[in-house]
């Protein structure tokens, strides 16, 4: 099956500075690829759509000048936490789908377990 | 998108069939039914999806019932690497619409 990469699988930043995260479709190419962020012991929320070279769509109440995306290839899409603080500490997953192969389902990555001191 | 409602959690034994129940009563037509599963500090993993006819793939069948307004995810042998949270999620098929979990059945598989 279709392989979504992330790095870093975990991260550990001060309060304040800049973290990028990296989402990479290895095998296929991603038209769209998706963020999610997931608080302990609860379910996934989806935090914006990435659309490869245009702007991301934020879902209602996603800061989108704190999360910056950037897609700016086929397979690979980046979530910067700008001047992150310890609430921004989170799991994050990105997803995407294999536009060629003519399915629906959408393919997750491993995550990123960013926390913020 | 409808929202679906699962129970909060299940239990099942080693070997035997884990029915996992999904109530979607406001589904669309164009609406398909998607299962996931997500294991402890993992990303969540593609089970099986389907629009109104029964699936089944190496994993797991589908049972939609006649109305589309519920369905269940079988999974036949339950083992202990079963054990996940596993959402139920109705979404209309196409490349950029968005998946949104709810809150997930959490399965415990017990020897």
């Known amino acids: 099956g279709a392989v979504v990469s992330q790095h870093p699988s975990r991260v550990i930043c001060k309060s304040g500075t800049s973290v990028k995260i990296e989402c990479r479709s290895l095998?296929?190419?991603?038209?769209?690829m998706f963020w999610y962020r997931q608080f302990p012991k609860q379910s996934l929320m989806l935090m914006a759509t990435s659309n490869e070279g245009s702007k991301a769509t934020y879902e209602q109440g996603v800061e989108k000048d704190k999360f910056l995306i950037n897609h700016a290839s086929l397979t690979l899409s980046t979530l910067t936490v700008t001047s992150a603080h310890p609430e921004d500490s989170s799991f994050y997953i990105c997803?995407?789908?294999?536009?060629?192969?003519?399915?629906?389902?959408?393919?997750f990555g491993p995550g990123t377990r960013l926390t913020v001191l | 998108d409808a929202k679906t409602t699962q129970p909060p959690s299940m239990d099942c034994a080693e070997g035997r069939a884990a029915n996992l129940p999904c109530n979607h009563s406001t589904i669309s037509g164009n609406e398909y039914v998607y299962w996931y599963r997500q294991i402890h500090s993992q990303g969540p993993q593609y089970i099986i999806h389907g629009l109104k006819n029964n699936e089944t793939n190496e994993m797991a069948s589908l049972i939609i019932t006649e109305d589309r307004k519920s369905s269940t995810l079988i999974l036949p042998h339950a083992t202990l690497r079963d054990t996940a949270v596993y959402y139920c999620?109705?979404?209309?098929?196409?490349?950029?619409?968005?998946?949104?979990f709810g809150t997930g059945t959490s399965l415990t598989v017990i020897p």
């Open positions: 999620i109705v979404r209309v098929g196409g490349t950029g619409n968005q998946f949104y």
């Open positions: 997803s995407a789908r294999d536009y060629g192969a003519g399915y629906n389902e959408q393919f």
């Open positions: 095998d296929f190419q991603a038209t769209t």
